[in-house]
């Protein structure tokens, strides 16, 4: 304690006087108690094993965060799981340096900050364990890890608001429909896959298809506000690339990138998923309309398959635990519209196909719980068709109601004649068709060439919707 607690003079006479004295006595007590420490509570590490450390002495809730001290730093943790009277934590960063009995420390008992550099802690309540990272304004323009630390040498983040990385869930009834159309600027997207505002669309592809390519334009071209990138366990020298030679200045202007590469801790993948859903969060309820952009969502189910085996939770679908399939919609529901009159999320999440197998794990699951998916065809891009969209196979699930009935029976038409000339294009190749045999594969040949121009397009080309609307209109025309 800061003093010694003072008690009442037995010799005081009068009660009045003594009432008096018994509560000056309480309120010297009060003074000292209040400017003494409380007590440390702290635990001892046990083992490490792989990705997961193994602690007792503490209870504390999942979720909730940690710091395990070394003799010249400290590593810091996320109580991910918990069995009897020991806790599991997953690292921030590697463990090496680690020792047996290494004391653990609860992050808010040693008054650090949490995991974004800043000291937030005494904004929170009591109750609230939750982590909390930067958000705001001043994070436009600006490169962070997963953690809300910066990682473009811009200087430190001002101390101004901070949000927490788990939110609640927006009632499925509070949410307003889709109705308006999102101009992305990619004209095989706006006429024939149309997007409204706060739809959830998937990207599925393999690798070197084209998809941050794709992903690139629609950053720079869509009609949204804010812009929020999240690049979630891909190559490291892909971030800078994305930034300089993709997004360019005038796109990031209006963007926040929140990176987490392959080289990060599993935690730290998952956090930057997290944490770029929360900025995007947080300017939707300041009624602005968001891009956000995620790649990958695979990367993302992978760290939680990393953290789920490591704490002993048994594989089920090829090799992915079943709190993966959990996970996955709890991170895709925080995106789409938020309450009538309010802001929006539209999000872009990629989807790694394995050996361009649509039938993965990962991909089928996200088909279920996304409004729709664009695949990228690996045979178009070897041609050198750009953005290479299998128009065949992808679809928007709330284009019907975003569109006229007349533009969605040409756009059925359009696939309809694309997709009969694709089936006979050997046939075609080795001619073999003899010319009348089929009269709507004979429109088919006769507009192939002017079909496939109106799907391709430059990666420095933006065309808005009303022009993309008005050229297939003319298409449509000429096909009649």
Known sequence: MAGTLKMPDPMVASASEHARHWQDCLQ???????QGKSLLVSGRLTRVTGLVMEAVGLKMPVGSTCVVELPNSRIEAEVVGFSGEKLFLMPENDVQGLMPGARVVPQEAVGMPALGGKNRTRKRRAADRTRHLPVGNMLLGRV????????????????????????????????????????????????????????????????????????????????????????????????????????GPVGMARSVVVAAPADTSPLMRMQG??????????????????????????????????????????????????????????????????????????AFYTVLTEGDDLQDPIADSARAILDGHIVLSRRLAEQGHYPAIDIETSISRAMNHLVSEQHFSSVNN???????????????????????????????????????????????????????????????????
């Open 28 to 34: 010297d007590n009060r003074d000292s108690v209040s």
């Open 414 to 480: 359009f696939k309809h004649m694309y997709a009969h000339y694709q089936r006979n294009h050997d046939l075609i190749s080795v001619g073999a068709y003899v010319s009348g045999s089929d009269p709507l594969l004979d429109q088919g040949i006769a507009m192939y060439p002017r079909m496939e121009n109106f799907l391709k397009q430059g990666m420095f080309e933006r065309e808005d919707y009303a022009s993309g609307v008005a050229a297939f209109t003319h298409l449509f025309d000429k096909l009649n």
């Open 273 to 346: 998923a997290a944490y770029a859903t929360t900025i995007a969060e947080y300017f939707r309820d300041q009624g602005k309309d968001v891009l956000l952009i995620m790649d990958s969502l695979t990367r993302y189910a992978m760290a939680q398959r990393e953290i789920a085996l490591a704490i002993g939770e048994p594989p089920a679908t090829k090799g992915y635990p079943p709190s993966v399939f959990a996970k996955l919609p709890q991170l895709v529901e925080r995106a789409g519209n938020g309450t009538e009159g309010g802001g929006s999320i539209t």
């Open 144 to 247: 962070l890890d997963g953690a809300g630390r910066p990682l473009d040498q811009l200087g430190p983040l001002p101390e101004e608001e901070n949000a927490p990385l788990q939110s609640r869930p927006i009632n499925p009834l509070d949410r307003a429909p889709i109705k308006a159309t999102l101009d992305v600027g990619v004209r095989a997207i706006n006429n024939l896959l149309t997007v409204g505002r706060g739809q959830r669309m998937g990207l599925f592809s393999g690798s070197g298809v084209g998809k941050s390519v794709l992903l690139g334009m629609m950053a720079r071209y869509t009609s949204a506000d804010v812009v929020v990138v999240g690049l979630i366990g891909e190559r490291g020298r892909e971030v800078r690339e994305f930034i300089t030679d993709i997004l």
